[in-house]
């Protein structure tokens, strides 16, 4: 009956039994004998150790299934694996691997050591060291805390290659005043000097937005044209103010008087909207005022004002 040994033992028995004679010392059973305990012994050989130093295997080792019945062919390591010759770690494996389907994030080492991830805007901004560099292109999405459509603000391109940024909620600012519409904030305003002596009387524009001239009519009397686009319609509300004599050279330096904003022309078609601004410090006694100011707010094209507010008598 076969025995199972080791290789040194098998070698042993080789050398003292199977004699290199012709002296006829040598049965049939000592070669049976020695090669059923070759056969029965290699497996235990083999996963012995021996193949680290004295039979290493120098060719690819590969487990093949079993044909007919489409089973076996599995490596089975129960205490691990290791890769004496590798330069990142020598320590034995004992965590099998499961495809990359089966890795998870946040199993992996090394998430949270230094900035490993720089395809990724760095979550701790400017201050990390790593600011971003390039333009970000986040497409005509909503960006908001919930990710949900029409809430919070995005981008819309125009086809001027400029873009709109909407948003579904008001500007809060740290004081906790808010901007809920642009209704708020003043659509054209204009500073000017109608009585620029030197200049002939023309006027003097000192500041200025949304408003592309301003022409003197008559003493007193002027017009105010707008941007083309600011407003939807002439139905803009429209504040003028002045001192109403020709002198600023102290606080004193006024004359009572009423400024009207009258008439109210073009369709930004045709012509550009116009204004008038007359300073009137009497019955038919018109001056042209040193300081003068004009504001406006009304409805940009396309804007929705909301409910229309109750009118009672």
Same mark, same amino acid.
């Given at each position: 009956?076969?025995? !199972?040994? =080791?290789?040194?033992?098998?070698?042993?028995? /080789?050398?003292?039994?199977?004699?290199?004679?012709n002296?006829?010392? /040598?049965?049939?059973?000592?070669?049976r004998?020695? !090669?059923?305990?070759?056969?029965?012994?290699?497996?235990?050989?083999?996963?012995?150790?021996?193949?680290?130093?004295?039979?290493p295997?120098? &060719?690819?080792?590969?487990?093949?299934?079993?044909?007919?019945?489409?089973?076996?062919?599995?490596?089975?390591?129960?205490?691990?694996?290791?890769?004496?010759?590798? @330069?990142?770690?020598?320590?034995?494996?004992?965590?099998?691997?499961?495809? *990359?389907?089966?890795?998870?994030?946040?199993?992996?080492?090394?998430?949270?050591?230094?900035?490993?991830?720089?395809q990724?805007?760095?979550?701790?901004g400017?201050?990390?060291?790593?600011? !971003?560099?390039?333009?970000?292109?986040?497409?005509? &999405?909503?960006?908001g805390?919930?990710?949900?459509? &029409?809430?919070?603000?995005?981008?819309?391109? &125009?086809?001027?290659?400029?873009?709109?940024?909407? =948003?579904?909620?008001?500007l809060v600012?740290?004081?906790?005043?808010?901007?809920?519409?642009?209704?708020?904030?003043? %659509?054209?305003?204009?500073r000017?000097?109608?009585?620029? *002596?030197?200049?002939?009387?023309?006027?003097?524009?000192?500041?200025w937005?949304?408003?592309?001239?301003?022409?003197?009519?008559?003493?007193?009397?002027?017009?105010?044209?707008f941007?083309?686009?600011v407003?939807?319609n002439?139905?803009?509300?429209?504040?003028?103010?002045?001192?109403?004599?020709?002198?600023?050279?102290? %606080?004193?330096?006024?004359?009572?008087n009423?400024v009207?904003?009258?008439?109210?022309?073009?369709?930004?078609?045709?012509?550009?909207?116009?204004?008038?601004f *007359? @300073?009137?410090?009497?019955?038919?006694?018109?001056?042209?005022? %040193?300081?003068?100011?004009?504001?406006?707010?009304?409805?940009?094209?396309?804007?929705?004002?909301?409910?229309?507010?109750?009118?009672?008598?």
């Open positions: 009956m076969a025995t !199972m040994r =080791t290789s040194g033992v098998i070698l042993g028995n /080789i050398a003292e039994q199977l004699a290199d004679n002296a006829g010392l /040598i049965s049939a059973g000592d070669v004998d020695n !090669m059923e305990d070759i056969v029965f012994s290699i497996n235990s050989i083999v996963a012995s150790g021996d193949t680290v130093v004295q039979f295997f120098f &060719n690819d080792v590969k487990a093949k299934h079993d044909a007919s019945e489409g089973t076996g062919g599995t490596f089975i390591a129960e205490s691990g694996i290791t890769f004496p010759n590798s @330069t990142v770690s020598t320590a034995r494996q004992t965590e099998p691997f499961l495809g *990359v389907g089966g890795l998870l994030h946040d199993d992996l080492g090394g998430l949270t050591a230094g900035d490993t991830h720089t990724y805007v760095s979550i701790s400017h201050k990390s060291g790593r600011p !971003m560099t390039g333009n970000l292109a986040m497409a005509s &999405n909503w960006i805390s919930a990710g949900n459509s &029409n809430t919070g603000f995005k981008f819309s391109p &125009n086809d001027d290659s400029t873009e709109d940024i909407l =948003t579904s909620g008001d600012f740290g004081d906790n005043s808010r901007i809920n519409t642009g209704f708020s904030v003043a %659509k054209a305003w204009l000017f000097d109608a009585n620029d *002596v030197d200049a002939g009387n023309v006027p003097v524009v000192h500041s937005y949304n408003i592309s001239g301003i022409k003197r009519d008559d003493v007193g009397k002027f017009t105010i044209t941007d083309s686009g407003f939807a002439n139905n803009y509300v429209a504040i003028g103010t002045s001192n109403g004599t020709i002198t600023s050279g102290s %606080k004193e330096d006024m004359t009572v009423t009207a904003c009258v008439l109210r022309n073009g369709d930004d078609a045709s012509a550009l909207r116009t204004c008038t *007359v @300073t009137e410090t009497g019955p038919g006694t018109y001056v042209n005022g %040193k300081i003068n100011d004009f504001v406006a707010y009304g409805y940009e094209p396309t804007a929705i004002s909301g409910t229309v507010p109750t009118v009672t008598v």
